[in-house]
């Protein structure tokens, strides 16, 4: 994300603006802009001119327009953001209070107005104009028949590309239909590497399988780029990465990470570090049940006794049209940061994401043990009852 400007006064009033160069900054946009604030950004609009005779012709032209948005809906495929709302400028083509839909898309610069820019949209913005912050890990998960290509970036798990081919089974005394049906499955999945995986920027792509499946596509992916003379694939050998994975489906991501082979080549990645952080909650939730709590009540409870040694929090929280509840867990992640506290902002649209959104959304592992929370769920239970 490019930064225009930043005018931003001690209130937390004020403007914005930036220029989204990728779809992970288009990500990052969708979580900044919240109903009631105001975008500009450029667009097109249809415009009714009517002739002294009557007659009526329609144009279409590009102008500038500010709207007070008042829907947000994101694109994750196009990866373009619409934001729906009224005029609030005047414009010599829209009327003040008339509709239009803005759409963000990359490389356009757009610029947010806020009445509060809390601390966790101005983190956004940083983190957002880091250029560190890329797509780094990518990873083939397959099963005989299926394959998902994903490209792991910070803040989601994009799946690039699907393949879904039916494999003969094997037959006695005739192999030669089912060898055939999986050379040209890991052809599928051999072109949708190289289409898909930019090996400038990644640093690790993992293939994970049951089985043997990911240890024979690599033998005969070596193979095919022997014989081919390809440059990227014979360059790019000691990128590759073989762990192993339950199932060829996206959701087998979450153990693929939990990986400590993985771990150590990607460490220094956001989705690892959410990743070990979940894998710690569940380990304490069992071992240690009065160190890991989760859930908004018992969250707040921990905090206020300024007990919470890791926060773990859905970015999907922040983005809830009920503007006291945001404040309320921007207030609570600030009162975790200024107790000591570590606060990791997990994506909703990455595997970890989507595990902590199961379990509320929030999280916290503790300093020291509570049991008098686990008493006072227990007598919840009971009252309910």
């Not at 225009?4 to 979580?31: C, I, Q």
């Not at 990359?106 to 912050?133: G, H, M, Y």
């Not at 299926?146 to 006695?172: E, F, G, W, Y």
């Not at 694939?233 to 762990?243: E, G």
Request: with cysteine.
């Amino acid at each position: 994300m490019k930064l225009v400007s930043r005018n931003v006064d001690k209130f937390g009033e004020g403007r914005v603006s930036l220029v989204p160069e990728n779809t992970e900054d288009m990500w990052h946009a969708y979580n900044l802009i919240s109903e009631g604030d105001f975008v500009s950004c450029s667009t097109i609009r249809k415009v009714q001119m009517e002739s002294a005779t009557g007659s009526s012709n329609s144009y279409r032209v590009r102008t500038t327009l500010t709207i007070c948005v008042e829907n947000i809906d994101f694109d994750t495929q196009a990866c373009v953001l619409r934001l729906k709302g009224r005029n609030v400028e005047e414009n010599r083509y829209v009327k003040t209070g008339a509709y239009h839909t803005l759409d963000v898309e990359q490389n356009r610069k757009f610029s947010i107005t806020k009445a509060k820019w809390d601390s966790i949209s101005l983190e956004r913005v940083d983190t957002a104009c880091d250029p560190a912050q890329n797509a780094d890990v990518a990873a083939a998960i397959m099963q005989e028949g299926i394959a998902q290509i994903c490209l792991i970036t910070s803040n989601m798990t994009i799946v690039r590309a699907k393949i879904d081919q039916v494999i003969p089974r094997k037959r006695k005394g005739n192999v030669s239909q089912h060898e055939k049906g999986l050379t040209r499955f890991y052809e599928s999945i051999m072109q949708g590497i190289l289409r898909h995986i930019n090996f400038d920027l990644v640093k690790c792509v993992i293939l994970a399988s049951p089985g043997f499946v990911k240890d024979q596509f690599m033998d005969y992916m070596i193979q095919q780029a022997v014989k081919s003379d390809n440059k990227i694939i014979l360059d790019n050998k000691s990128k590759f990465l073989l762990v192993h994975a339950s199932s060829g489906f996206k959701h087998s991501l979450k153990e693929v990470l939990a990986d400590p082979a993985v771990i150590s080549r990607i460490s220094d990645t956001k989705a690892a570090g959410e990743v070990r952080a979940l894998e710690v909650f569940y380990n304490t939730l069992q071992m240690d049940p009065a160190r890991a709590f989760y859930g908004k009540k018992h969250v707040e409870k921990a905090s206020a006794a300024q007990a919470v040694e890791t926060l773990l929090i859905s970015d999907k929280l922040f983005r809830c049209q009920d503007i006291a509840q945001r404040k309320e867990y921007v207030e609570l992640v600030e009162n975790v940061k200024d107790s000591g506290g570590d606060v990791k902002i997990f994506s909703s649209l990455h595997v970890s994401g989507e595990q902590l959104d199961q379990l509320t959304g929030i999280a916290a592992l503790l300093r020291f043990p509570m049991p008098e929370l686990e008493d006072e769920s227990e007598d919840g239970d009971s009252e309910e009852d």
